[in-house]
């Protein structure tokens, strides 16, 4: 939903954020520095403009505003812990306990999460062999109990499955949770759209990239129709995931594999939160999957993300059959109607050709008991998502309402209706006083007599009342 904040700053403020946020490389609309005549009125005013504008920018950028920095330069009061010592507090605890692991180096900003935290680590004994430990606290879609979600957790290292990225260690208590797996110097499908180093931070990596290029489209076919058979196992599986974007999706050798599964058993809100909460047809964590994977065609079609959402038109793309694909998905009619299956998107003719060679067969057994209570968090999940998108409806209604009221074109209207009522009430008491007149006369005379006889005063006619 829509947040407004009012932000007490002083000019310094913006200008440390600004000096911040430069290594996203994207060009920002700070307005300059003045050293003279910085009080006048006319200045002021001036700068609170262009100041707005540069907000109206970051909070409008999808990766700017998940950022850290800018959510505690807008909210301060609730961004004031510091994660990085949190998860070193609860890592150093977990190296105490299996002391044959070893941090190498904190791994600084690499992902877009305020409240989780990585770092590169080895094993003592294979000193060459680099490892990734992603540390993560509890997200407001946390529903399984604590001994639910301890056991789906560690049950994360003993899923196998082509197209899902390798769990080496994983356990959760009732705070966070602690997963290790091996680190791919290759890095994400993300890094290989944008051409980015994997240990470099997010905003650096993501924002502005130099060079913008599509995938070829035998690896968009390939790659998607990987992504798509992970999704149908996990959907015929009854694990929820709603996690998926291309920077979830690891690259090895020829396979695209999942990433952080153990996101949605933790709570984390979604990456593309911020997208589906605005369209009610998108309400089940299938139809979240679905929607998310268009975002990510279009990002492996296109070189970037869609400018916004739903798309209206779309850039020519290797193949029609791409551009079938993401209007079955981001397009309006989409929106309005709903996501295809996962099954409806494996039949089109985009991925129904695509030969998958990998003969690893997936193991996932997941205990009947916990399989009940992934299901009862799901539907608890999608309660609390059905629930906000009804909020963001009626704000939005309240706000078109309102902007409506307060139109040019409308406060226009309203007066011309004002002048017919105020007419409309002039003519009824003009009638009325006539109308005493002639009761008057009449009762008087004992006989009636015409409202026209020249003993009582002539009615105004309802020609000359049009023109009150």
Request: aromatic share 8%; proline share 6%; with cysteine.
């Amino acid at each position: 939903m829509e947040n407004s904040w009012q932000i007490v700053r002083r000019y310094s403020d913006f200008d440390l954020l600004n000096n911040s946020l430069q290594i996203s490389a994207l060009s920002l609309p700070l307005p300059p520095k003045k050293l003279i005549g910085n009080m006048e009125r006319e200045f002021i005013a001036e700068r609170q403009k262009g100041l707005q504008s540069y907000l109206d920018v970051i909070t409008t950028n999808h990766i700017l505003s998940n950022c850290e920095l800018v959510k505690k330069f807008l909210d301060p009061n609730n961004y004031s812990v510091n994660y990085t010592e949190i998860a070193l507090q609860h890592v150093s605890m977990f190296f105490r306990s299996e002391p044959k692991w070893e941090v190498v180096e904190p791994l600084k900003d690499i992902g877009w999460r305020i409240r989780k935290k990585y770092f590169l680590m080895k094993i003592k004994n294979q000193p060459k062999e680099r490892l990734m430990l992603s540390w993560a606290d509890l997200g407001p879609d946390k529903f399984l109990s604590d001994k639910e979600l301890q056991c789906a957790v560690k049950l994360l290292s003993a899923c196998s499955h082509p197209y899902i990225y390798k769990v080496t260690f994983a356990t959760a208590n009732e705070s966070s949770a602690l997963v290790i797996r091996p680190f791919n110097e290759k890095g994400t499908l993300k890094d290989l759209i944008y051409k980015a180093k994997p240990k470099e931070p997010f905003l650096k990596k993501y924002c502005n990239p130099k060079k913008i290029q599509g995938l070829e489209l035998q690896q968009i076919k390939t790659f998607g129709r990987q992504i798509l058979e992970v999704l149908k196992f996990l959907h015929e599986k009854g694990f929820p995931y709603g996690h998926l974007h291309s920077a979830n999706v690891m690259l090895d050798g020829d396979a695209c594999k999942l990433l952080d599964l153990e996101n949605a058993l933790l709570g984390l809100p979604s990456f593309y939160r911020s997208y589906f909460s605005q369209f009610r047809k998108i309400n089940t964590l299938e139809s979240i999957d679905v929607h998310c994977f268009g975002h990510l065609l279009y990002e492996m079609t296109y070189g970037r993300p869609p400018d916004s959402i739903p798309v209206d038109s779309f850039p020519p793309a290797p193949s029609l059959s791409v551009v079938s694909v993401l209007e079955s998905i981001l397009s309006c009619d989409a929106m309005k109607n709903g996501m295809p299956t996962v099954s409806r998107l494996l039949q089109m003719p985009l991925f129904s050709d695509v030969l998958l060679t990998n003969s690893e067969k997936p193991q996932f057994k997941i205990p009947t008991k916990l399989r009940e209570a992934l299901k009862i968090a799901k539907e608890c999940i999608e309660k609390r998502l059905t629930e906000e998108q009804k909020l963001i409806h009626q704000h939005r209604r309240l706000t078109r309402a309102q902007s409506h009221h307060g139109s040019e074109e409308e406060k226009k209207r309203r007066k011309i209706l004002a002048r017919k009522k105020s007419k409309r009430s002039t003519f009824e008491s003009g009638e009325e006083h006539s109308a005493k007149y002639s009761n008057s006369n009449n009762s008087g005379s004992g006989a009636s007599s015409p409202l026209t006889s020249p003993s009582s005063p002539t009615p105004p006619s309802t020609a000359e009342h049009a023109s009150f």
